[in-house]
């Protein structure tokens, strides 16, 4: 991350967490993920940043097992950020199985240690705006994720 010093927050996030704040985190693949907002509030979740795979050479310890080995450097899922906006954004509560079942086609060496960085927000504002080439609809954004050569559909 051409010098920026990054702080690994916690494993995986558990509880419940205000309007204004936001959490910093990673999740390992072998884990399911769970994150939420005070109800209480009225906030909802807004996705800042999600990327799902190696990402950068400091790999949290959690996630590293004597079976694992890191492979060929980094490797990121092409749709990581859009997966978690569509599964959590706007929400007051998300929780998905564990990662390695959401990102079945992940680009990595196969037995590398992937995990997701992630950066969520509670907010009280209502959602309003899509980024381009997105659907608004009830309070969330939608894009089509479509994939032709993708050979493990059923049908």
Known sequence: MNG??????????????????????TTCATEGFEFACSTGEGATILVDYAAYGVVDDKLPSACQSSTQRLGDGFCTHPAAL???IQRCQGLSYCKLPPL??????SPCTPG???????RFRCQTEPL??????????QGRC???NYQPN????LT
């Open 128 to 137: 309003t705006r899509c980024i381009a080439g997105a659907s608004y609809f």
């Open 82 to 84: 859009s997966t978690m």
């Open 112 to 118: 590398s240690p992937t995990y997701l960085d992630y």
């Open 150 to 153: 993708r050979t493990d559909r």
């Open 142 to 144: 939608y894009t089509v």
């Open 100 to 105: 390695r079942e959401v990102f079945m086609d």
């Open 4 to 25: 920026s010093q990054r702080q690994w927050w916690s494993v995986s996030v558990k509880g419940e967490f205000s309007a204004g704040t936001s959490s910093q985190s």
